[in-house]
């Protein structure tokens, strides 16, 4: 099942931001052949991007002439995927890529800041009461077991009965855990940490509309700015 990390920052300017300036700031980067923006406008309010970044690398392949291994240089892309809808920036990949692209974007669109929104997994506990979920694995850090005994241990609560209880009893001793959300005919599995990292088992590219609605109701809703 594929999987990405999902990060989402909101974007603060002293002037109403706008999307389709966003984009044309964007499509006049100084591109060449190392770096630059792949851009669609979806709507007057929504942008979907690739920030490319191609580097040289060593890799090793065998010669079965020589009957031995040898070495080329060739070119490989980092392609960081991104979007831009309402004053949010959501980027899927992992936390590298995530703060390379946040770099550039701070210098391309000065004076507009970006701001890391946390999804912290008190609020956004608050925030699924009124969903329909199965809670799956719960890893849980300094668990006191008896007055003199504490460790760390991970549970599978899927066919508990009332397993959101136990998160909510708990939440201060959550280190991760794993939800799986319902959205109409299909679902959402999700695996926060307590230091605000969430994992969507689930590529971008595959959802639809509706399923990137309901995952921006529940992480922006369930974040902190």
């Given at each position: 099942m594929a999987s990405s990390s999902i990060f989402i920052y909101e974007l603060r300017s002293p002037a109403e931001i706008n999307v389709e300036s966003i984009y044309s700031r964007l499509k006049g980067y100084p591109e060449d052949e190392n770096t630059y923006f792949n851009l669609e406008m979806i709507s007057a309010n929504e942008?979907?991007?690739e920030y490319v970044i191609v580097q040289n690398a060593q890799e090793s392949y065998y010669n079965p002439e020589q009957r031995?291994?040898?070495?080329?240089?060739?070119?490989?892309?980092?392609?960081?995927?991104?979007?831009?809808?309402?004053?949010?920036?959501?980027?899927?990949?992992?936390?590298?890529?995530?703060?390379?692209?946040?770099?550039e974007l701070s210098?391309?669109?000065?004076?507009?800041?970006?701001?890391?929104?946390?999804?912290?997994?008190?609020?956004?506990?608050e925030k699924l009461k009124g969903y329909k979920l199965k809670v799956s694995k719960v890893c849980f850090q300094?668990?006191?077991?008896?007055?003199?005994?504490v460790g760390n241990f991970t549970?599978?609560?899927?066919?508990?009965?009332?397993?959101?209880?136990?998160?909510?009893k708990y939440n201060d001793k959550i280190s991760s855990m794993t939800i799986i959300?319902?959205?109409?005919?299909?679902?959402i599995k999700l695996r926060i940490t307590a230091k605000g990292r969430v994992t969507v088992y689930k590529s971008r590219s595959s959802m639809d509309d509706?399923?990137?609605?309901?995952l921006h109701q529940?992480?922006?809703?369930?974040?902190?700015h």
């Open positions: 942008l979907l991007g031995v291994f040898e070495y080329r240089i060739v070119p490989k892309a980092n392609v960081i995927s991104f979007s831009i809808t309402d004053g949010f920036l959501e980027i899927w990949g992992n936390k590298t890529s995530a703060n390379k692209l946040v770099f210098n391309l669109l000065a004076p507009i800041s970006i701001n890391s929104i946390e999804v912290t997994i008190d609020t956004l506990l300094d668990f006191l077991f008896t007055e003199d005994i549970v599978d609560l899927s066919s508990y009965g009332d397993a959101f209880s136990i998160l909510q959300l319902y959205c109409d005919n299909s679902s509706e399923e990137i609605l309901f529940i992480l922006l809703n369930g974040g902190e």
